[in-house]
């Protein structure tokens, strides 16, 4: 499978970041272990632990440490008011966006430029 667009994952990263977090409260392994198993099989955690810890600056997520038994204490994070506000914005933009960029791209292309 192709590596997918590094600059169009950039864009929607937090976007996927914030629901994941709102589906379930995790820790930053875990968050790249759900995108992989959704299809981006090609993140890496040195992509979403720089986006976690800028959605924490923004305060968007709020983390905590919890001890672990299999090693050092882990860093769980979930969406904040404000992080489920910013979800909210951007699921509806992103749709918005997506419907454009659909309608554009499905339209017949004349035989001439092909």
């Known amino acids: 499978m192709a590596p997918h667009d590094s600059q169009l994952l950039k864009g929607v990263l937090p976007l996927l970041l914030l629901h994941l977090l709102a589906e379930q ?3 930053g392994y875990q968050v790249v272990q759900r995108l992989q198993a959704a299809g981006l099989t090609d993140v890496l955690e040195g992509t979403v ?14 983390s905590r440490l919890v001890a ?7 860093k ?3 969406p904040t008011p404000a992080g489920f506000e910013a979800l909210a914005d951007g699921t509806e933009n992103w749709t918005r966006h997506t419907a454009i960029v659909n309608a ?3 339209r017949p292309l004349p035989a001439a430029s092909r």
């Open 104 to 106: 554009v791209l499905t």
């Open 49 to 62: 632990y720089p986006a976690l810890a800028r959605l924490e600056r923004e305060g968007r997520v709020a």
């Open 68 to 74: 672990s038994s299999s090693g050092p204490a882990r």
């Open 25 to 27: 409260e995790s820790y």
């Open 76 to 78: 769980y994070y979930r």
